[in-house]
C-alpha cells in the first residue's frame, strides 16, 4: 500500500473516530462492540447512530471510559470536536503553484493551528512552511475531500479543463506520498491531525493518547523532518 493510500485510511479513521465523539457527547450515548465493529447507540437496545471500524475505535480510545455494565462512554475530561469549522473565516488568497503560477484560491483567513503555534514560537517559520506546504498538497490531491475542515486553499471551479486538475492532483498526491514517508509513520499521525485536520495541540495530545505538553516535541520533531525533505530548514 502507498504512503499515500495509508495516509487516506488514516484520515478516515480519524473522521469516524471524530463523528463518533460527537455523538457519544450526548447524554445517555454508548458505544458497544458490534461483531467485528463497533456501534454508537442513543441508549441501550436502540439503532445504532454510527457503526465504526477497529481503525476509528483505536482513533477514540484515549477519548473513552469503559462502563460498569459493559460498553464505553465519552470521557468528561475528553472534549468532543466542536461542530461545523470553527475560526473559519471566507476570504481569498493568492498561492504561486510549483512553475511559479500564481493562482487565487477560496480559502480561510482565520487562524490555523499552525499558526497559532508559529505566533507563539512553539515552531519556526520553516516547520510552519513544511505544514502548511503538506496540507496544501493534501487538499489539492483529493485525498482529504470532504472528510475535514478546509484550512487550506480550494480551487475555484470553472474555466479549466477537466485534464488539468485531474494531472494537478496526481503530482499532489505523489509529492504528498514522499513527503509521508519522508516524516516517517511515528511523526504521521500527530502531522495528520494537526497540518491537516486542523486539530488544536492539545485535542491532538488527546486524541493520539499523549501526556500533556508532549506533543509540540512530537510535532516540531516531524515538521523538522518535514522541513528537510523539503529544503527549507
Not at 488514516?10 to 458505544?31: I, K
Not at 462492540?33 to 447512530?49: D, L, Q, S, T
Not at 490531491?141 to 480551487?155: A, E, N, Y
Not at 495541540?201 to 516531524?222: D, N, S, V
Request: hydrophobic content about 45%.
Amino acid at each position: 500500500m502507498s504512503a499515500a493510500a495509508i495516509f487516506e485510511r488514516d484520515l478516515e479513521a480519524e473522521h469516524l473516530a471524530d463523528r463518533a465523539a460527537r455523538l457519544l457527547a450526548r447524554a445517555g450515548s454508548v458505544l458497544e462492540a458490534k461483531g467485528a465493529a463497533y456501534a454508537v447507540r442513543f441508549a441501550r437496545g436502540r439503532r445504532p447512530m454510527l457503526v465504526i471500524d477497529e481503525a476509528a475505535f483505536r482513533k477514540l480510545a484515549a477519548r473513552l471510559l469503559p462502563r460498569g455494565d459493559g460498553g464505553w462512554r465519552l470521557s468528561p475530561q475528553a472534549p468532543s470536536p466542536p461542530p461545523g469549522r470553527p475560526g473559519f473565516i471566507e476570504g481569498e488568497k493568492t498561492v504561486v503553484e510549483p512553475g511559479g503560477r500564481a493562482v487565487t484560491h477560496r480559502a480561510n483567513l482565520g487562524e490555523a493551528p499552525l499558526e497559532w503555534l508559529l505566533r507563539r514560537r512553539h515552531i519556526t517559520p520553516a516547520e510552519h512552511a513544511a505544514g502548511e506546504k503538506l496540507s496544501a498538497d493534501a487538499h489539492a490531491s483529493g485525498v482529504v475531500g470532504r472528510l475535514t475542515m478546509r484550512w487550506d486553499p480550494t480551487p475555484r471551479s470553472g474555466g479549466v479543463s477537466r485534464l488539468e486538475p485531474m494531472e494537478r492532483a496526481h503530482a499532489a498526491r505523489q509529492r504528498l506520498g514522499r513527503a509521508i514517508e519522508a516524516v516517517g509513520p511515528d511523526g504521521m499521525p500527530i502531522i495528520t491531525l494537526i497540518c491537516v485536520t486542523g486539530a488544536s495541540l492539545q485535542g491532538a495530545e488527546i486524541a493520539l493518547g499523549l501526556k500533556p505538553r508532549t506533543g509540540k516535541a512530537a510535532l516540531k520533531a516531524a515538521l523538522q523532518r518535514l522541513a528537510a525533505h523539503y529544503g527549507m530548514a
